[in-house]
């Protein structure tokens, strides 16, 4: 983790171009504005290449897509790899939806991920390891978190964000895990969404993706723990909220005193 | 009413599939999972038919769709009748915009609403009665709530469900009434909306979708009813928050000693 | 500016219909309805005629247009020109995106706007003055404000408002400034959308559109100045709630006595 990178975002104030998931848009919008980006969506091809250009880095949600908007997200993966901008994608509801998955294998043929953020049963589809996902929900499963993203980012040639109660980073080679969580971010629909493009902003001032994927986990991670812990009980709509307001607020000194990240041994 | 059903919800945490509002849609997901279900939503027609099997109910939201977004609607909702999963139809603004009531009616003659929620402007319309809706809200009219929500049931062999100061919810033979309310609903577009995916999320878990129409009904009208006590004055936009924390919060204690439900007497 | 003009609005509660952003829609629409008014929101041509025709004002908010989108939206505009509705267009990122622009041109060779809000970059793109614009947001130029928008009112016959740390009003000959303002503006993605909207909610009241234009952005000014005034620190997510909340129970005594609004000294 490089937690000056925080400041340096803030700093550059990235703009960070999203294909977006009609369903969460907004508040992705909201937090990728709050942490000290600058957000832009578009749903017309005929100015995706303008907005790849004007743009830090890209991020594609697949969460809610159409097949008409299919020729969009291929043509702005493509732009994103041609002009050398960090790609990252979110594969939501790859493991529950077979189309889903059979259509995230076609695109990867078209553009390469820099990052791919999912939750587990998401990178175990990626990673063609059993898992039972629910919906848009992890659901559940006995692999090994490890092996997974490692398979994952191995398979794709990529670093993989696997995002859960810890949160599990590799890029192939190392794994890094937060521990930093609360249940509140799954009562919140669209935290991942918001996580992916956030992620999207630090790729956006460093051209070490490793480092940027995990320091956008933990300060991510650290800004919900703060406000779940201002909470009396769980309140999700509450959350949502003062989450925004967190990640304005957050400091780089916060996340290095509260990241609770670490790198596991290899063999 | 069936207040156990609200504990039953939250034990199997049913997967609600809805064809939504693009307008709404955030809010619906949070309300669905804030009460203990699970939302998935989708714009392509290509994954109906995984959707809907996954899915323990299906809501079509026909609050802002394109002629060209129909087919999706059609199939889906066709898909739901013939896999047996509850259908519920909000039918925004039919009362107000013909297109849309001769959409509807086409609609239905594709396939069976199992429940439909909407405003009396909306419940009117269906039923042919005289009504002078106002765009998306109810506006006035002078007929029979009771007479109304009894022959549209009757019209199309469904649960109707119509809210306003007082809910009507009916089976064609049987009214029941909720006087739970409080005038912020209205005040915060979208919460009819919350409320339809609500009632799908109770369908998703008992084969009564009357008792489902019932109970959704009177654990949406109390949560909202708890919070707006708890306001100093009427604020839009703290209430919306505060409802999301409350659907999470509410118990079938509380529904069940402050819910104001009953069941009309027939001649 | 006429302060009387909220009283009205909220006594007449007008339907605001509009072609709206999809990354900020729900956000506009619970302002429409916190300041006092009705939203209804379309996507599809076939009910255009229809809900132009029961609105009192029509809203274009071009954030996010798809290339087929624009034939609904050249026929709406179109629509709201023939049928003597107050049309108001926000053009957003016009001087970011060259196709934008373009488009823009275009729709203005279609229809008529009777006033148009944007940022500094917007307003500058329209009026073929040089400015940086950076994405969605206004970025940076040197020119000369009111020059930017008598320039840009007099090239399209329209009202122009464009909005930052000095709202700047024109009709082409005078320019009247409102200087109520909170940086909380910025961090929240959508407030100049739900301004662009609630324009269109005072312009469905009057038929003075430059006074209807003045009076929103000084309501809307006095609201934000007055939630910001209450918080302990920048909370961009509480803001957004506290917003809704403050344009519901703002008064037309406390707009009178707290708006900055002053007219400037023309040559």
Redesign the interface.
Known sequence: MQVELLAKLRSV?P?VMNI?N??????V??GI??IGA??????????AA??VQ??AAVVLNLG????EALGHIRQTGLLANQLHKPLIVDPV?VG?????KQTVADLFNVFHPDIIRGNAGEIAALADVAWQS????AGEGHADPVAIVKKAAQKYQTIIVMTGETDYISDGKQVVTVENNTPLFQ????SGDMLSSIIGAFAGVTSDYFEAAQTAAVVFAVAGEQVADQLP??????F??????QL??VTPETVAAKGRIKQLEMD
Chains 1, 2, 3 share one sequence.
């Open positions: 104030n703009v977006s009609f369903v969460t848009v907004q508040d919008a909201n504005n709050a600058s957000p832009i969506m578009s749903e017309e091809i005929k100015e303008e907005m004007m743009s809610a897509f159409t097949d509801a529950a939806v077979a189309y889903r629910k919906g848009v929900d009562l919140h629909v669209g009980t769980e309140l999700p709509g509450t949502a909220i003062k989450l925004l307001d304005h607020l």
